[in-house]
């Protein structure tokens, strides 16, 4: 018997694959990659690689999807609507079982697996949304929540006694004590702490995504810059990204694209990157040395600093003197 388990790399969907595999069920892990974190990345997009650690101590084989193109597409406009920020949840669950139901005939697997618990996330969790989700993915009858499931109707894993009914759970609300007990007994010791998850349910976040929609078409490359630094909307149709640290300095000059503009202190000043994207005339430039200028390490000083700026991919920079911009127009930018 052979199962499909969606692996977002937090303890409930580890514990719901455990507890079928220890059933003796091959159990195959898949991840649906969004981009927009879903608790397998930082929010700065470094990977945390949480999925492969987890799959790696069930002993249990990996299957990552990117499914970041056709995410995007989702997101404009969600059938089922958004929670208490940008997040679709109902209709992300659907797509991503929907792909899974398509590679268990592929695969010849006979029911998928989730970590869902009933009642823990209010869109998403409660009984109706629980069964939206199963009949619109395509799943009716073959969608297992180990972790709730005897408080959920019976599916055919259960009833073909491919799974046995009394060894599943039922745990419900917003509660994470059961998991963390259930996480002892099993000797699971590490895993993330229910903070985590997608970045789509983080407020500020949203807020740069919603703004920056509504400036720009968005790309897969551009969910990654949006985890970066501090953002700005300093025109109608331009953006700009200043690193805070090193670190988010570098990542800013990775994530440049053809078409995007670099903002840089001169070398003998200590200050930020920067990433514009749109279009940037010569006094919006001109603003953006300024910002540059605000956070170098001689913007106290009242003095002007020598900012670098060029458009990519020409090689070719300019150079021009900034003040500081005044922390009132400055806040008026800021998101």
Not at 3 to 23: E, H, N, R, T, V
Not at 25 to 39: D, K, P, Q, S, Y
Not at 174 to 189: G, N, S
Request: aromatic fraction near 6%.
């Amino acid at each position: 018997m052979k199962a499909f388990a969606l692996l977002s790399g937090g303890l409930d969907s580890l514990l719901a694959a455990k507890l079928i595999k220890d059933q003796g069920v091959e159990v195959i892990a898949l991840h649906f990659n969004t981009h927009f974190g879903c608790g397998t990345e930082a929010k700065d997009g470094n990977p945390r690689n949480r999925v492969r650690q987890a799959a790696d101590a069930l002993g249990i084989e990996l299957k990552t999807i990117d499914i970041g193109e056709e995410f995007l597409q989702l997101l404009k406009n969600p059938d089922h609507g958004y929670g208490s920020h940008m997040n679709p949840c109902i209709d992300c669950k659907i797509m991503m079982l929907r792909k899974a139901a398509e590679l268990l005939r592929q695969a010849e697997a006979s029911f998928v697996i989730t970590g869902e618990v009933l009642g823990q996330r209010p869109m998403s969790q409660h009984r109706q949304a629980l069964a939206v989700i199963e009949k619109e993915s395509g799943l009716e009858g073959l969608l297992l929540r180990p972790l709730s499931a005897r408080l959920l109707p019976q599916t055919i894993a259960e009833k073909q006694g491919w799974v046995d009914r009394q060894k599943l759970l039922q745990f419900s609300g917003r509660t994470r004590k059961p998991q963390m007990a259930l996480a002892r007994h099993l000797a699971i010791k590490e895993y993330p702490n229910a903070a985590g998850g997608c970045l789509l349910t983080d407020p500020e976040f949203s807020r740069r995504l919603r703004d920056f929609m509504d400036f720009s078409a968005l790309a897969v490359g551009d969910v990654r810059v949006l985890r970066v630094g501090r953002y700005f909307r300093v025109a109608q149709d331009a953006r700009l990204f200043v690193g805070r640290n090193q670190k988010e300095n570098q990542q800013l000059a990775e994530l440049a694209q053809e078409g995007d503009s670099l903002f840089m202190p001169a070398e003998n000043a200590a200050g930020p990157t920067a990433l514009g994207k749109g279009r940037f005339n010569e006094p919006l430039i001109a603003l953006c040395a300024s910002i540059v200028a605000r956070y170098c390490d001689d913007s106290r000083s009242g003095k002007a600093v020598q900012v670098r700026y060029r458009r990519l991919p020409q090689p070719q920079e300019q150079s021009a003197y900034a003040l500081p911009l005044e922390e009132a127009r400055l806040a008026g930018m800021r998101e």
